[in-house]
């Protein structure tokens, strides 16, 4: 029986080894475990930080202002696409000296301004980009304190386009007043002059009559093209859609304009289908076919034609064609006779009555339906109008 105790001892002995063995296997597959899920964790933080980091640099990138850091040293550390852009320059920039980079000494002298005073606010800039001029609003600021040498942040507005717009808001004001100063002129010197009283040739004092409703029916002309380029340019027309036969609308606006091109002896055709339809605003396009039509009566020369055509083209868009046979327009001139109060011949439209605004108008008109307008013109074979309308309703 001595043998018994042994025995117990080393069974006590194999089952504390095994319950240890078996512990250390759980606490290696804890281990094991702990470790997957921080592998698995890492993994995902990574993931996080690095789309993270993506989404800064695609935002960073997609900026409308143009942004660029330098470092304590005047060397750039980043810099995004739309500065890149108006620079011309790629991303091997990085890491390259201002000057190095950007070769634009103005630049250069605003960033030493900033090193020294902190920062500067709504400076504005003139650079080249290609064949273009632009302007830049800058604000930069450093990292620091000033004159810590931690770095610069610069920001870039890009200003041209509200530049161009107040200088054709100048030049609109100008004109206008210029327009208006005219007749206003001409009607105050006719009417001072009937006031004093020492014309008494009825003749003279009809004719000067004439003059001053004349003027004042240009005045009328020019404030209601004012008022309506305004309110196409503003969306404040509402343009009321229908299929209608294009035909009739030309007919119109031959009806209207009968007189006038019998007094001027032009000969008024048109040879468009009975069947053809459009999707327009038949009002607007009748004011379109108007204006090019009393053109081509006005500038077309007497005894001469005034000629609409339209082809269907395979797309489903109509292109139609208002042509004269007078002197043309030259070519140089071709892509400015829709700005608003260009004149080719400048005496002679306002001894015709223009007020600059029309081709504006029809410009803004066919713009609203979706369509192009642009003129085909030799200096001596005549102006042909031609625009696109649509003859379905666009999805």
Request: aromatic letters at 6%; charged letters at 30%; a negative charge.
């Amino acid at each position: 029986m001595d043998w018994i105790l042994p025995s117990l001892l080393a069974l006590a002995f194999v089952l504390q080894l095994l319950w240890h063995q078996k512990k250390r296997a759980e606490l290696r597959d804890e281990i094991a475990d702990l470790n997957d899920r921080l592998s698995e964790s890492n993994a995902r933080m990574s993931r996080e930080l690095a789309a993270a980091a993506e989404r800064q640099a695609t935002l960073f990138d997609r900026m409308i202002e143009g942004v660029l850091i330098l470092d304590g040293g005047g060397r750039v550390q980043l810099i995004n696409a739309t500065t890149r852009k108006l620079f011309g320059l790629d991303l091997s920039v990085r890491g390259k000296r201002l000057l190095e980079a950007i070769r634009s000494h103005e630049l250069h002298e605003i960033v030493m301004e900033v090193e020294k005073s902190g920062h500067v606010l709504g400076r504005e800039m003139i650079i080249k980009a290609g064949f273009e001029t632009r302007c830049l609003s800058l604000n930069a600021s450093s990292f620091g304190e000033s004159g810590s040498g931690e770095g610069v942040i610069v920001v870039l507005h890009d200003l041209t386009k509200l530049k161009a717009v107040e200088k054709g808001r100048r030049e609109f004001v100008a004109n206008v007043s210029h327009e208006l100063r005219t007749p206003l002129s001409m009607i105050k010197g006719y009417v001072e002059t009937l006031l004093q009283g020492e014309i008494g040739d009825p003749m003279i004092r009809e004719r000067f009559l004439g003059k001053i409703q004349k003027h004042s029916d240009r005045l009328t002309y020019l404030i209601e093209d004012l008022l309506a380029i305004s309110q196409l340019e503003s969306n404040q027309i509402a343009v009321s859609f229908a299929r209608v036969p294009l035909r009739n609308l030309v007919d119109r606006a031959f009806d209207d304009l009968h007189d006038r091109a019998m007094t001027e002896r032009v000969k008024l055709e048109s040879s468009i289908a009975k069947e053809l339809r459009v999707y327009v605003d038949p009002d607007r396009m009748q004011q379109v076919l108007q204006n090019l039509v009393d053109n081509g009566i006005k500038y077309g020369g007497r005894d001469g034609t005034v000629s609409v055509e339209a082809e269907l083209r395979e797309d489903c868009w109509v292109v139609v064609r208002v042509g004269d046979n007078g002197p043309g327009i030259p070519e140089e001139m071709h892509d400015r006779v829709f700005e608003r109060f260009f004149r080719v011949d400048k005496a002679r439209s306002r001894e015709q009555g223009g007020t600059g605004l029309g081709l504006a108008i029809v410009k803004h008109i066919i713009q609203s339906h979706g369509g192009q307008v642009w003129l085909e013109s030799g200096s001596e074979s005549g102006a042909v109008f031609s625009f696109t309308i649509p003859t379905e309703a666009m999805e």
